[in-house]
């Protein structure tokens, strides 16, 4: 442990087998971070295929890892690499554990994953608590549908980590919303580990605003956004549609498809909105709080930082939320529906024009996110700033000790 505060050091994992909304927290969660406290330098270990498109402030930097990607029957694949996956997975538990090493971090914060994608960061854990770095698990506030997530931390065993190495659990979410560990029986000794954070704020970036439209920065617009795209075709199929069914419809809307969406389908995708004169495409943008920002309203598959964005920039949002292969969206935007926070459309709707178009024209009465009270909603980032604050000025901090080995 460094004794001059001044320059402490920060490390973060995020796996990142696939879509943006890991890299997108963890990047969050470092800006604030390194903005509040100076001398603190953040390294972000990352899978991400597109880390580098992506800006960062002074005094954070990223490792990128060898990518891979979970196919449709559960196994893992080399994103790139003509190599077999268990190699390459070898190879990231050696990068990140000598990254670690020579890093030598204060603080080490595990996005999701206790014990890393199929267990590459528990030699890491064990080397770090052997050092004193505070080791803390990061979680959003929802994992998936309780039952499915007790039958996977029963094969994956977390819990031995959680009762010995972590020091911490910060969620970034409240309990009045969503509880991520519902379902699962924790020790007492891990409960009292586990803060709640609040959501966490986003703030748009100080750039010139692009303008899309070429018609005037002020027209008001509806923001489609289905994240990183891999698995938003039916989002995005569905509201173009409604746009060629009901020319009526209040607000013109501006797709973002994600960098992850197949090529042949968003080709397809700009031949239809080519024919529309209140539609019009981007593929991408690092800056999409920009666009959230700007827009009247927002249409999304409601993932964690998209919930938040909507929620920061206090837009009427209509949530479409996937149910595979894991449920965390669409028990989000329920509780948030329920709440009044979001509009969900019911899965007897998200297939249907008719229904998308009237969602889409009934946005702009929809209540605001605002006139909901939740106390603390989005303290997140603060929460996490006074956290790692005390971490690092409290020298004589405890440590969960560290378990004797058979």
């Known amino acids: 442990m460094r004794t001059d505060p001044r320059s402490a050091r920060l490390l973060i994992y995020s796996h990142d087998t696939f879509g943006l909304g890991h890299l997108r927290r963890c990047r969050r969660i470092a800006q604030s971070l390194v903005a509040r406290r100076k001398g603190l330098s953040v390294l972000i270990l990352s899978g991400s295929p597109i880390i580098g498109s992506f800006d960062f402030r002074t005094r954070v930097d990223f490792v990128r890892v060898p990518g891979v ?3 449709r029957n559960g196994e893992y694949s080399s994103l790139s690499l003509h190599m077999d996956v268990s ?5 990231r538990a050696s990068i990140i554990r000598h990254t670690a090493e020579v890093f030598s971090p204060d603080i080490f914060i595990v996005d999701k994953e206790p014990l890393g994608l199929r267990g590459e960061i528990q030699d890491t854990l064990v080397m770090l608590k052997q050092r004193e770095t505070r080791l803390v698990l990061g979680l959003r506030d929802v994992m998936d549908d309780p039952d499915l997530l007790a039958v996977e931390w029963e094969r994956k065993n977390p819990m031995p980590a959680l009762r010995d190495l972590y020091d911490e659990i910060l969620v970034y979410g409240l309990p009045q919303i969503c509880n991520p560990l519902e379902g699962i029986d924790l020790p007492e000794s891990v409960r009292r580990k586990i803060t709640y954070t609040g959501y966490l704020r986003s703030t748009p970036p100080k750039l010139p605003a692009h303008d899309w439209w070429q018609i005037g920065d002020k027209e008001p617009f509806i923001l489609v956004t ?5 698995d938003g075709e039916q989002l995005v199929d569905c509201v173009i549609s409604a746009y060629e069914t009901d020319a009526d419809i209040p607000y013109p809307a501006l797709l973002v498809f994600g960098p992850f969406m197949h090529p042949k389908r968003r080709r397809s995708f700009r031949r239809r909105v080519a024919k529309l004169d209140r539609v019009r495409a981007i593929t991408f943008d690092t800056h999409v709080e920009q666009l959230m920002d700007r827009a009247a309203a927002v249409v ?4 964690y930082n998209t919930f938040c964005e909507i929620l920061s920039f206090n837009k009427r949002a209509l949530v479409v939320p996937r149910k595979k292969p894991r449920m965390e969206q669409y028990v989000r935007a329920a509780r948030a529906a329920e709440l009044g926070l979001v509009r969900m459309l019911e899965d007897s709707e998200r297939n249907s024009p008719q229904s998308m178009a009237i969602a889409l024209r009934t946005l702009a009465i929809q209540p605001l996110p605002s006139e909901v009270v939740v106390p ?8 996490i700033q006074r956290l790692v ?3 690092l000025d409290d020298e004589k901090s405890p440590r969960v000790a560290l378990a ?3």
């Open 300 to 303: 999304a598959m409601g993932g």
């Open 404 to 406: 004797s080995r058979a």
């Open 226 to 230: 289905p994240g990183g795209g891999g």
């Open 69 to 71: 990607i979970k196919l």
């Open 87 to 91: 190699d390459v997975m070898e190879m």
């Open 389 to 391: 604050d005390r971490w």
């Open 376 to 383: 603390g909603l989005l303290e997140g980032l603060e929460n």
